[in-house]
């Protein structure tokens, strides 16, 4: 499966964003599927997660703020990040879930992400 990651981009402190992650080239919707977040010098972080069965979990970092949602029939998953603050400045994935990654071996292809940057 391919996946592609999109809708991020410059904003100020406390406006919105949503991104989307677009699965190509195989089934989608069968594993727990996760947004990650990376920042240069630092490992990459599982911000949010959702079950197939539409649970989902967030860091404590991002709760409250962060909804993840998966729209199965356009094999998309979503990240709607609202009041952003500078701390959530990163590259954004998408990917398999670290458990369903380890059940399969592996992770799917990366990607090159979409980049956030919020400015105070």
């Known amino acids: 499966v391919q996946l592609q990651a999109s809708g991020g981009g410059l904003v100020q402190a406390g406006e919105s964003l949503r991104l989307s992650c677009t699965a190509s080239?195989?089934?989608?919707?069968?594993?727990?599927m996760g947004w990650y977040r990376q920042t240069p010098g630092k490992e990459r972080e599982l911000v949010a997660a959702?079950?197939?069965?539409?649970?989902?979990t967030y860091a404590d970092s991002v709760k409250g703020r962060f909804t993840i949602s998966i729209d199965k029939a356009k094999n998309t998953v979503y990240l709607q990040m609202n009041n952003l603050e500078p701390e959530d400045t990163a590259v954004y994935y998408c990917n398999d879930h670290p458990d369903s990654a380890k059940a399969q071996g592996h992770f799917g292809p990366w990607g090159q992400g979409t980049q956030v940057t919020v400015s105070s």
């Open positions: 080239g195989g089934l989608f919707g069968i594993n727990a």
């Open positions: 959702i079950s197939p069965a539409g649970t989902s």
